[in-house]
């Protein structure tokens, strides 16, 4: 199958420093890719070397199955990008700023009203941007991102700075764009929960190194959380559940069942109350994504 | 491609107060005799047989220094347009050549400091008409000491552009520009190769001419080294 987006061995390194090391990425047509990985991971310079503003070390990109190093005018044609803060020339307005981007870009000039209206700034159009609050900026840089009606869409943390509902909304907008415009989509974030709700495919990315690339529910897999019980003479309680065939851990005080599917934790409550176990609380503790890292660099490892 | 990157960047410079330098400079430099002639015009016309002449020594004299200056302001006011909110990155990922938008930023420039060439040229003839100087205009003369600076001064655009687009820190090319003004200043004791000396047309063959066509040719060597370097880096 082809790829839209396919790197190989992709390095950069800056002087001494590796920030990304033999990156294989894959992004097939239509998915919408979550680039995972803490601050300071290579995100962002892997993001640059796809839009070409930086030279990659060594290794390739082909974009659209074209070479970026040859054909990168023709390549970044059909390619959006919001790369880290938004970047806008905050003495003009809106609509001047996008007319700044579309002179260059050559689309049609009815195309500034329509992505002002995706993004839904058509009422804050001309007004300067240096008045504009930081989500606005925001969906000033993604409407910049769809003027050129891309068919790859490169967003860099996109929902940084944002309030919920500008979240929400933001995450809507990139749920819709591969179905109703044909999108890929590449999204990166530090934030689990965030690549979670959206992506389709993920990629993680620590220390420069790509750990992990696979579909969002083998990810799902791998970020299992776990569901703890506190309950009346705790130790006791554990020792009841094995008893019953039930796996579980006992740590801090707390029972850690092992399988948190809803019926193994239904039959552990069920077991506890039968015994006359008094139930404090049966709560789910999410695991940071630190912790799937290294369970996922361990996995390689071993 | 030239062309839509040269109506961006038109486009970008409004409501900067870029036209109003381009204005500022030639009314500044011809204001400063309006003052002086104003002062002591007895004096002055008593100095010499050739009134016109003189009057445009005068002018002249304090042209290649606000040219300088404007060069070093406008440089590095255009590439502050993309640095503030670091809007290279934007500009460079989309289906743009790096050499194409340092070539049109040039041209941006260039085109600012012609247009206050003529103002100046347009200027000193208004004021020279109003001071009545007496008989005919010296055309030619007029022309040469109102366009040639602006040719002779075109490395030292190009190196202020490039010092401007290139650096992090714009403190670097206003360092630079303020040099330059300093140079321009004591320009009578510098040798011919330094490009800061060839805005007074002042050179060794006693022929502003060749000042003017040195700028030219020394001008686009620096502006095609500039836009090599500048495509050569990878983008802020």
């Not at chain 1, 294989?24 to 892997?46: Q, S, V």
């Not at chain 1, 940084?160 to 990139?174: H, S, T, V, Y």
Request: hydrophobic letters at 50%; one cysteine or more.
């Amino acid at each position: 199958m082809p790829y839209v987006v396919e790197t190989k061995q992709l390095t950069k390194r800056f002087g001494r420093q590796c920030a990304v090391a033999g990156l294989d990425l894959n992004i097939a047509k239509g998915e919408i890719y979550g680039f995972l990985g803490p601050n300071g991971a290579g995100k962002t310079t892997t993001i640059r070397m796809l839009l070409g503003l930086m030279k990659p070390t060594s290794g390739t990109i082909h974009i659209f199955g074209k070479d970026l190093r040859k054909e990168r005018i023709d390549i970044l044609r059909k390619v959006g990008s919001l790369v880290e803060s938004p970047s806008y020339y905050p003495h003009l307005t809106a609509y001047e700023n996008l007319e700044a981007w579309r002179k260059i870009s050559g689309v049609a000039k009815t195309r500034i009203r329509e992505v002002l209206d995706i993004v839904r700034l058509t009422d804050a159009a001309h007004k300067k941007v240096k008045h504009f609050s930081l989500g606005m900026k925001q969906r000033l840089g993604i409407a910049a991102a769809l003027l050129n009606e891309p068919e790859l869409i490169i967003l860099d943390e996109p929902t940084n700075g944002l309030d919920p509902a500008g979240i929400i909304e933001i995450r809507e907008l990139i749920r819709r764009l591969p179905a109703e415009y044909g999108m890929t989509v590449l999204i990166s974030s530090h934030l689990l929960s965030e690549i979670d709700q959206i992506a389709t495919t993920v990629g993680v990315l620590a220390k420069g190194r790509l750990i992990f690339q696979d579909s969002i529910e083998a990810m799902r897999r791998y970020a299992q959380t776990h569901v703890l019980i506190k309950a009346d003479r705790g130790d006791r309680a554990w020792q009841c559940l094995l008893a019953s065939g039930i796996r579980a851990d006992w740590r801090d005080g707390r029972i850690v069942l092992a399988d948190p599917s809803d019926e193994r934790v239904a039959q552990a409550v069920r077991t506890l109350v039968r015994d006359g176990f008094a139930i404090y609380r049966v709560e789910e503790e999410k695991r940071a994504l630190e912790d799937i890292f290294l369970q996922m660099t361990e996995g390689k490892a071993g | 491609m030239i062309g839509r990157l040269w109506k961006a960047e038109c486009l970008k410079i409004r409501r900067k107060g870029f036209w109003f330098l381009a204005v500022l400079g030639p009314f500044g430099v011809v204001a400063l005799q309006a003052v002086n002639y104003g002062l002591r015009k007895d004096y002055l016309l008593a100095q010499s047989e050739d009134d016109w002449g003189y009057y445009l020594a005068n002018v002249g004299a304090f042209t290649p220094l606000a040219l300088v200056l404007g060069i070093a302001i406008l440089t590095s006011f255009l590439a502050s347009i993309e640095n503030e909110t670091n809007a290279w990155k934007q500009l460079m990922a989309l289906p743009v050549s790096k050499a194409g938008v340092y070539l049109a930023k040039f041209a941006v420039l260039a085109c600012l400091l012609l247009v206050s060439s003529a103002l100046l040229a347009g200027f000193a003839l208004a004021h020279g008409l109003f001071l009545d100087l007496g008989g005919a205009v010296p055309y030619g003369d007029l022309f040469r000491r109102s366009f040639y600076p602006f040719f002779a001064a075109l490395p030292i655009l190009a190196l202020q552009l490039w010092a401007a687009t290139v650096s992090q820190n714009q403190a670097t090319p206003i360092t630079v520009g303020v040099l330059g003004v300093i140079l321009t200043l004591t320009a009578h004791d510098l040798p011919d190769w330094m490009i800061w000396k060839w805005p007074t047309l002042r050179n060794g063959w006693d022929e502003p001419l060749f000042s003017a066509l040195l700028g030219i040719a020394a001008g686009s060597l620096l502006v095609l080294a500039g836009m090599a370097d500048f495509a050569r880096r990878d983008v802020k």
